[in-house]
């Protein structure tokens, strides 16, 4: 009796480790390891579409060569230039020389920036008047005037 | 109260609007430029075709040679074949491509060469040997001499006489091998 | 016959339109009120004229006349009635149609307001604006006619505007069909929106022109156009909010933006419509910044039909772009014009747009609206460089690159949150004068409070350090705008005796432009959290499963019961839908149906997901077909979204806001005069 109950538990474990083989992939290269790499290179013949969500049967052949080279134990790096070599710069997401790319909104952000400030310093007025005009000072009386006037009224007011 | 405390009645310093102009006019030519090439066709015929290096599979070698460039063929009518083995209009020229090897590349006045548009080795392989092709055949790498022809789609042919000079080009596929003949034969007689 | 009809009525406005223009100038120039009034009559005859053209157009679209060449390209007799309609705006010639009626509209509204304080802007409003519409109505009528139909002759089939000589009438037994991709809801409405946008944003654009050309460089042109200005950037953002969202729910990416040079032609006038809008405020309260509005609104409205032009030109290449046409070199033309002409009218105008520029404080509110607007141009910047420096690599070193999401997030990450923390501190400083000092007394609270809910995120949630920043900014800035609004509220509360939620609407009625904007702040922060949540933590998987196999992600447990494959004949489509279950701890939530939906006409597939959305969360599962897809396997892609909905809910309540800080109030300078008279009395009184 033992003997049956231990072979049955012995296929029943067995039964269950192969069982859980089948649940989501394992093996590597995974869809999502492909993914991961696809998803930074474009498709190199349909318009602005990224690797990993282009249907075409193109598509379908280079995420394959994808897998294969993961599968040869090529690194990401080698893998991205591989398919920039093959299908020319334009395939990855970013140019592979980005100096260029950064470089130029750099100097006009700066451009700007510096422009903004120098604007700034041109605008800025100190907060006690240091010249006075002619005509500020009738602005001062004026102002003056009105003070007294309103002092009065809340005087009444009270 | 609107006075000013610095009278601002400039214009526009000069230096300030040559700097405006010629950034307005040079993106405008950018843009024009763009537009222009966007418009552009295929290379016509009448246009000298410039020097460019064909990397070759290994089995389709050019006289034992892993490389073909323009410049040896010269002397030759070249007939230059854009394909992909995910292209289906591709394979209704695929047969008679090849026979038409077969009649003139014996000649030896007449050079094929096959180049692979963005597409993977074994596919390519696949579909090489499912048809026969014996021709050089190679992929076009970075896809530069597609993108010198300036292809709209694949399968297109061009016909290149011997002084280097583009004479035909047939976009999508042949309709027939007699189509072919008809095109290359008086470019052989000239 | 009804093509031909709808032609001439085409050329009818195309003639009133050119009429209108030179009515206009010829009225002015001569000062000849007839004239001038002539022109205004003539413009708005354009709108019934372009209603007619496109009722036209809409009926042959509804009825299946395929002997037209564009109701064949853009329907078919398996769409439903509704699509047949909104196809007018599925294709090229149709959708210029669609701009130019709306130009029509749009001036036409403009035209029947009072002119009496404004008479000299008027010839210039009709001449913009009819210029503009003239040159779109005249590439439909020389380029891309949407009446042409299509004519059997020896060359083949082809389409005609008029019958050539030995010829007879081809009339194909079916359409094309739409691009399956654009029979969705959200498609529908997209286009319309970002058209009703672009658009109206020629409105203040004319009135610019006016005041430079009239001379009047004063701030009456502003005062016209503010609340214009309101709903010009409410449509676009609505435009490129329904473009996220539609490609979210159909295109299969598990996203909404994909820096793609188009969605970017699209972005680039908002992000100078957003610092137009601040910035005008600068020069309402201070009389400051008067050539930089205008250079503001006259990019926007550059950046408008170039964004347009890069779409239909065919100079980019975009999942957008149009299918290319004859249309490019005329449009780089008009582009060609309204950029030297309103550069040049600017240059010629600078010394007349005099300003009171003075600042007293490096932090007042419009220092800070002034670095607002550098920093939204400097995202502008970034934007352009990326889509013109793919097209200047190839043209003058032959090699082609893409300039694709990582740089544009790298790039404008920093931006976004300058702009936030900008959103922050702005409401609390003063225009004129504030200083460290009084900033930093009313920002320290919420500035804690922001800090200590940063703290419990990071405690319980994630250390990642690039949304702990982005989470204390957006938290700074609720804090700071619910302080504020509460603020107000309870002042309100405490001396009108309201109770609070009364106080809150009243409030806001009484100071539409400032609540709504804080509505609108608090909105974009709602956004920001969902944005956050997905670009920063979204999880994604896939995997090949047959039947009863379950894929786990993010705590969810996604198992895969079915899948059936079925044809709907009279719409078309072949469907092929799988049935999963959805579990999350041991707990079933319910079954999801992503679909694959083949259009037989145009051969196209759509990949529809099966999507449960909650505030946490959407679980967003994909069928793929890496392999072929049956009840033996199928491969799914699940997207776990974080907080995503967010976004969602943030940009409805963006549109509220902007439709409160829209709504019409009474002309203000009336109350002035109320005031000033109440004033003499009590003075007479004395």
């Not at chain 1, 991961?36 to 969500?53: F, G, R």
Request: neutral net charge; proline residues 5%.
């Amino acid at each position: 009796m033992k003997k049956i109950l231990s072979i049955i538990l012995l296929v029943l474990i067995v039964a269950g480790a192969s069982a859980s083989l089948v649940f989501a992939q394992d093996t590597f290269p995974t869809d999502d390891d492909v993914n991961k790499i696809a998803k930074q290179l474009y498709c190199p013949v349909c318009e602005s579409t990224p690797l990993d969500v282009c249907p075409t049967e193109a598509c379908r052949q280079w995420r394959e060569v994808i897998r294969t080279m993961l599968t040869e134990g090529k690194s990401e790096a080698e893998i991205k230039q591989h398919f920039a070599t093959q299908y020319g710069i334009r395939v990855l997401n970013v140019p592979p020389n980005p100096w260029l790319t950064y470089f130029v909104p750099g100097v006009v952000i700066l451009i700007g920036a510096v422009m903004l400030f120098r604007g700034f310093q041109l605008w800025k007025k100190p907060l006690v008047a240091e010249s006075v005009s002619d005509k500020d000072e009738a602005e001062q009386v004026q102002q003056d005037e009105y003070l007294a006037k309103m002092e009065a009224e809340l005087k009444r007011r009270k | 109260m609107t006075e000013e405390y610095t009278p601002q009645r400039r214009g526009v310093p000069l230096w300030a609007q040559i700097i405006v102009w010629v950034f307005l006019v040079a993106l405008l030519v950018i843009v024009a430029m763009g537009l222009r090439r966007a418009q552009q066709g295929t290379v016509q015929p009448g246009q000298k075709i410039d020097n460019f290096t064909l990397t070759l599979f290994s089995g389709y070698e050019y006289k034992g040679k892993t490389e073909v460039t323009m410049e040896e063929l010269r002397g030759n009518i070249v007939v230059i074949n854009f394909w992909a083995s995910w292209c289906k209009p591709c394979e209704q020229e695929a047969a008679e491509l090849q026979q038409a090897w077969e009649i003139y590349g014996p000649t030896g006045e007449v050079v094929f060469i096959g180049a692979d548009y963005v597409d993977t080795e074994p596919e390519a392989r696949v579909y090489l040997k499912k048809f026969g092709i014996t021709f050089p055949n190679g992929p076009d790498l970075a896809t530069n001499i597609s993108q010198y022809f300036r292809i709209k789609g694949v399968p297109e042919t061009y016909f290149i006489d011997r002084e280097g000079v583009l004479q035909y080009v047939q976009v999508g596929p042949f309709t027939s091998l007699g189509q072919f003949q008809s095109i290359i034969d008086p470019l052989i007689n000239q | 016959m009804i093509a031909d009809f709808g032609f001439g009525v085409l050329v009818v406005s195309f003639l009133v339109t050119l009429y209108s223009v030179f009515a206009a100038i010829y009225g002015e120039v001569k000062k000849s009120a007839a004239m001038v009034e002539s022109a205004r009559r003539a413009m708005l005859l354009t709108w019934p004229l372009l209603t007619l053209t496109a009722g036209t157009l809409i009926y042959l679209l509804v009825n299946n006349h395929y002997e037209v060449q564009f109701v064949y390209e853009v329907t078919s007799r398996s769409m439903p009635t509704y699509l047949k309609v909104t196809a007018w705006w599925g294709g090229q010639a149709g959708s210029l149609l669609f701009w130019s009626w709306l130009m029509s509209a749009f001036a036409s509204l403009v035209t029947l307001r009072n002119w009496d304080r404004d008479r000299e802007f008027l010839p210039w409003v009709i001449v913009v604006a009819c210029v503009t519409m003239a040159f779109f109505i005249g590439m439909n009528v020389f380029f891309e006619n949407p009446f042409a139909q299509l004519y059997q002759t020896f060359d083949g089939i082809n389409p005609f505007t008029f019958q050539p000589a030995d010829s007879i009438l081809f009339t194909p037994q079916d359409g094309r069909g739409l691009n399956p991709l654009l029979r969705h809801p959200g498609m529908v409405i997209h286009p319309p929106m970002l058209y009703l946008g672009f658009v109206s944003f020629v409105i203040p654009y004319a009135f610019a022109m006016a005041a430079l050309i009239t001379g009047r460089t004063d701030d009456r042109w502003i005062r016209i156009t503010r609340r214009w200005t309101l709903w010009a950037w409410l449509f676009l953002t609505f435009g490129l909010v329904l473009g996220g969202r539609w490609a979210y729910d159909v295109l299969g990416w598990g996203g909404y933006w994909g820096w793609d040079p188009v969605e970017i032609a699209a972005f680039m006038p908002w992000l100078t419509g957003t610092a137009f809008l601040h910035s005008v405020m600068i020069q309402e309260k201070r009389g400051m910044m008067k050539h930089w509005n205008m250079l503001l609104i006259i990019l926007t409205y550059d950046l408008v039909i170039f964004g347009t032009f890069l779409t239909r030109s065919g100079v980019l290449s975009s999942v957008h772009a149009f299918a290319q046409s004859a249309i490019g070199p005329l449009f780089f033309g008009f582009i060609g014009i309204t950029l030297i002409t309103s550069v040049a009218l600017i240059i010629y105008r600078w010394a007349a747009l005099k300003s009171e520029t003075e600042m007293t404080s490096m932090l007042s509110r419009e220092a800070l609206f002034l670095l607002n607007n550098l920093l939204f141009m400097s995202i502008l910047v970034v934007c352009f460089w990326g889509v013109i420096y793919p097209l200047i690599s190839e043209l003058f070193t032959g090699e082609k690159v893409t300039v694709g999401p990582p740089f544009y997030e790298r790039a404008t990450g920093p931006l976004w949150a300058a702009l936030l923390f900008l959103m922050g501190i702005a409401p609390l400083s003063a225009w004129g004068h504030s200083t460290v000092k009084t900033l930093g007394r009313a920002l320290w609270k919420p500035a804690v409070g922001a800090i200590a809910i940063t703290i419990a995120i990071y405690i319980y949630f994630t250390n990642n350090i690039y949304a702990l920043i982005g989470f204390f900014l957006v938290a700074l800035v609720l804090l700071v705008t619910i302080y504020e609004y509460w603020r107000g509220a309870y002042a309100r509360q405490r001396s009108q005796g309201e109770n609070i939620f009364v106080a809150f609407w009243n409030l806001t009625g009484r100071n539409r432009r400032r609540y709504g904007g804080y509505i609108i702040h608090l909105s974009i922060m709602l956004m920001a959290i969902g944005i956050l949540g997905i670009e920063l933590f979204q999880k994604e998987t896939q995997g090949t499963v047959t039947a009863g196999d379950s894929i786990d992600i993010a705590g969810y447990t996604v198992t895969y019961r079915e899948v059936a494959s079925w044809d709907d004949t009279p719409k078309g489509v072949n469907y092929t839908r799988a049935v999963v279950d959805v579990y999350q701890n041991g707990i079933y939530l319910g079954e999801l149906h992503p679909r694959k939906d083949f259009y037989f006409d145009s051969q196209q597939n759509m990949t529809i997901p099966g999507n449960r959305s909650t505030m946490k969360d959407d679980l967003y599962v994909l069928l793929v077909d890496w392999q072929p897809i049956s009840a033996d396997g199928a491969t799914l892609k699940i997207y776990v979204n974080p907080l995503v909905n967010w976004l969602w809910m943030g940009s409805l309540l963006f549109m509220i806001g902007i439709v409160i800080a829209a709504w019409p109030d009474k002309d203000p300078e009336h109350v002035t005069v109320r005031a000033d008279r109440q004033l003499k009395q009590t003075s007479a009184a004395d």
